[in-house]
């Protein structure tokens, strides 16, 4: 879809629907009037792309201040809009949001996507039109194929204290799916000083699966381990995003929230350069 159309689909349904829960502002709202939110978002030009690979520095990334949501995009989103920046193979968005307490994105439809949750820090509830009703806190993954259509919402569960959350699109390579919600509880331990799979294609494997070829690792890892990573798949490429700490990635230094797309590689090594460094690992298809 283009821009506008993903604009339109995409985060204007949520921060629209939010609107109308916070200001009673009508629900079918001109779209000039939607297309004022998130006016302030700040993109940056500056390339990094090299032969086989792309880094996007933490202060790089896109950027919206709502108040109540404070959201940096690592790839195009809304309205920050860099064409060098609107995918990595396969995976749409990484969105690392802040979200006031008691605050939300309010009931809005999503279709054709894997959408995957990641909190970082406190307690996401979340409902939608299948009629799951949830809270995930830090440990879980949450993922919705969203395929012939879903309506979600999403809200911080504390009143009082802000919360951290990723949210990650990837397209799917299965269009107009039935519609599915599901939710992993990650055993920490495993992802000490270890790759733990949070994600793939197959039902039958360690933590959730889409609609893709993918898998996604998490792992948290001491001061001077060491580690290495091997590609799934020969289409695919791999997304390293730091969440805490900092790292060496086959020679480029990574720090928190820096992200890193490689493809044509097969092997990774990771040398890790501070303390509870925890790196989120997103192997996906590049075509």
Same mark, same amino acid.
């Given at each position: 879809m283009d821009r506008k159309d993903f604009l339109k689909k995409g985060v204007l349904g949520s921060v629209a629907a939010v609107a @109308?829960?916070?200001? /009673?502002?009508? $629900?079918?709202q001109s779209e000039e009037k939607q297309d004022?939110?998130?006016?302030?978002?700040?993109?940056?030009?500056n390339s990094n792309i090299m032969k086989n690979m792309v880094l996007h520095k933490a202060n790089t990334r896109g950027g919206a201040d709502h108040g109540w949501l404070k959201a940096r995009h690592t790839f195009s989103f809304a309205n920050y809009y860099n064409p060098e920046r609107v995918?990595?193979?396969?995976?749409?968005?990484?969105?690392?949001d802040i979200i006031a307490g008691g605050m939300g994105f309010g009931t809005h439809p999503h279709d054709n996507m894997e959408i995957i949750t990641i909190p970082i820090h406190g307690e996401l509830a979340h409902?939608?039109?299948?009629?799951?009703?949830? @809270?995930?806190?830090? /440990?879980?993954? $949450?993922?919705?194929?969203?395929?012939t259509g879903i309506q979600h919402s999403e809200f911080n569960n504390f009143k009082d204290k802000a919360i951290n959350t990723l949210q990650i699109w990837v397209f799917p390579n299965k269009r107009n799916v039935k519609p599915r919600y599901d939710s992993y509880v990650m055993n920490v331990q495993k992802m000490q000083n270890n790759w733990l799979q949070v994600l793939s294609p197959n039902p039958d494997d360690e933590g959730v699966w889409i609609h893709q070829n993918a898998w996604f690792h998490l792992g948290e890892f001491a001061k001077g381990k060491?580690?290495?990573?091997?590609?799934?798949?020969?289409?695919?490429?791999?997304y390293i995003f730091v969440i805490h700490g900092k790292v060496q990635v086959n020679g480029i230094n990574l720090e928190e929230r820096d992200g890193l797309g490689v493809w044509d590689t097969e092997k990774f090594s990771f040398n890790v350069l501070d303390d509870k460094t925890r790196i989120l690992l997103m192997d996906v298809p590049m075509r």
């Open positions: @109308v829960a916070k200001t /009673g502002l009508a $629900q079918d004022l939110v998130g006016f302030n978002h700040l993109p940056n030009t995918q990595f193979g396969v995976l749409r968005v990484l969105n690392d409902k939608d039109s299948m009629g799951n009703a949830e @809270v995930i806190r830090e /440990g879980e993954v $949450q993922v919705m194929s969203a395929g060491q580690s290495t990573y091997n590609i799934k798949s020969a289409n695919n490429g791999l």
